[in-house]
């Protein structure tokens, strides 16, 4: 196994994180009025997950390249 390889296993492992604090936030959401710090830690994994997809897709592209 390449480093290469190695850096897309940890990048899965923190995607896979990261979707299960999204699991537990949503778990935690309240039917009415959720408080502001939850649409903030919402949010801010959302953002966080879409920046590792990005780094995937980018380190697969240069795997490729390779």
Not at 45 to 55: D, F, I, N, R, T
């Amino acid at each position: 196994m390449c480093k290469g390889d190695d850096y897309l296993d940890h990048l899965d492992q923190k995607i896979a994180e990261v979707k299960s604090k999204i699991d537990d936030v949503k778990k935690r959401w309240p039917f009415h009025s959720p408080k502001v710090a939850l649409f903030e830690e919402l949010e801010n994994l959302e953002l966080e997950l879409e920046a590792l997809k990005k780094q995937k897709e980018s380190q697969n592209f240069s795997n490729q390249e390779g």
